[in-house]
């Protein structure tokens, strides 16, 4: 009866990071299709930016002032660099860049592009020397394969479009030159949006090295986003009428992106990062990609097409492949060498440090920040060999 107990406990732990893990793509759904009907209807995107980190910047706050107040005093101007760089490359322009691009396209061709996010990073990495290829092992093939795969998709998705159809009778015909269009220049965004969320993840691999605090972190670059945005949306932008808030979907969707799209989702994540490892959360992303695809031919009557769902497979397939090869490829740098003669030294500082996954998608943070803090064992003291004479000559 407590062996079956166990396991229930055990299935029930595992139900449970799944479906957070679902919840976390069904946010994402409908951060899309929000974002994407405000944005259509006349949003200034910075506007949207600024306000969507003011309320994640309330939302985080409590975390960072309660579990980490200590560490706020240790924000150098060094650290409150990269910090600020942070919120440049992956909020300022990433995420300015990808709203830009989600208002001239669709919440599916937008989405697609977040699925090529690890790839970009990937491929950077390598480029910059922090990645190798090994072509000549089994997984360093699966990775170069699934690299192409997306790529491929992406090609397939912008040069192929085929037969299309309507899921939904509310579809909305519109003009057919303008849209292509938008579509390209929203495809540039895109891909510039790719660009520069791959240099964020590579910019977060050096500061979670010297400042190691997520909420803290997130905290601080939330306020730094919402000033940045604020500045930059005024230098593009100056009317009222751009800023304004009423009580219509705009703010509806602004406390939804903060609250849970930011502070929500970065918890659900960070918790299943705990539990099941950092690439655990990435193979969830795909599932993002479909929801959109269904729920705006659904709900938004957008049409679909032959080549936006071959592309779409190839990048699914592509993602999973490559996930999967990284995954055992930080399994096995992970394990020790049998062959090594002796165990290398502990760092000075006594911090054990973990591998560093640079593929994690968007939403997925350093791995290194989620990991508990492992224990250190104070060593027995040694007896000396005069003491154990001496207990011998006085028994």
């Not at 893990?21 to 200034?44: E, W």
């Not at 500082?349 to 791995?367: F, H, Q, S």
Request: aromatic content about 10%; some cysteine.
């Amino acid at each position: 009866m407590v062996m079956k107990m166990e396991k229930i406990k055990k299935k029930l732990n595992g139900s449970n990071v799944l479906i957070g893990m679902l919840t976390v793509q069904v946010i994402a759904t409908g951060l899309q299709l929000l974002s994407k009907v405000i944005l259509s209807h006349g949003t200034f995107v910075f506007a949207l930016t600024t306000y969507r980190h003011v309320v994640a910047t309330l939302c985080i706050a409590p975390f960072a002032l309660l579990w980490e107040r200590e560490s706020l005093k240790k924000v150098t101007w060094s650290i409150f660099f990269w910090l600020f760089m942070i919120a440049l490359t992956g909020i300022i322009m990433a995420m300015g860049l990808f709203y830009y691009g989600l208002k001239d396209t669709t919440a599916t061709y937008a989405t697609n592009f977040l699925n090529l996010i690890p790839i970009v990073t990937f491929i950077f990495s390598t480029v910059l020397g922090m990645e190798r290829l090994r072509l000549k092992t089994k997984i360093g093939k699966i990775k170069l394969l699934g690299a192409m795969l997306c790529l491929a998709g992406a090609l397939t998705i912008t040069l192929y479009k085929g037969k299309v159809f309507y899921i939904s009778h509310n579809h909305k015909h519109q003009n057919i030159s303008k849209a292509n269009e938008n579509v390209v220049r929203g495809t540039i965004f895109l891909m510039c949006s790719c660009m520069s969320y791959a240099c964020w993840f590579l910019i977060q691999a050096k500061v979670s090295k010297v400042f190691p605090y997520k909420y803290s972190a997130t905290f601080i670059v939330s306020m730094i986003a919402t000033v940045q945005g604020a500045i930059v949306g005024v230098c593009i932008d100056r009317r009222k009428a751009s800023w304004k808030l009423g009580f219509n979907l705009q703010l509806i969707t602004i406390f939804y992106s903060g609250a849970l799209a930011t502070a929500a989702t970065f918890c659900f994540i960070s918790w299943t990062v705990t539990k099941k490892g950092p690439t655990y959360p990435s193979m969830f992303n795909p599932l993002a990609l479909i929801f959109v695809t269904i729920a705006e031919a659904v709900l938004l009557g957008q049409e679909m097409s032959i080549g936006s769902l071959l592309g779409m497979f190839l990048i699914i397939v592509g993602l999973y492949s490559f996930l999967r090869a990284k995954t055992q490829e930080l399994t096995q740098i992970g394990l020790p060498n049998p062959g090594d003669a002796e165990a290398p030294p502990p760092p000075e500082n006594g911090i054990i440090t973990r591998t560093k996954n640079m593929e994690l998608p968007i939403l997925a943070l350093e791995n290194a920040r989620f990991l508990p803090t492992p224990v250190e064992v104070a060593p027995a003291p040694i007896e000396k060999q005069e003491d154990k004479d001496e207990e011998k000559q006085s028994i």
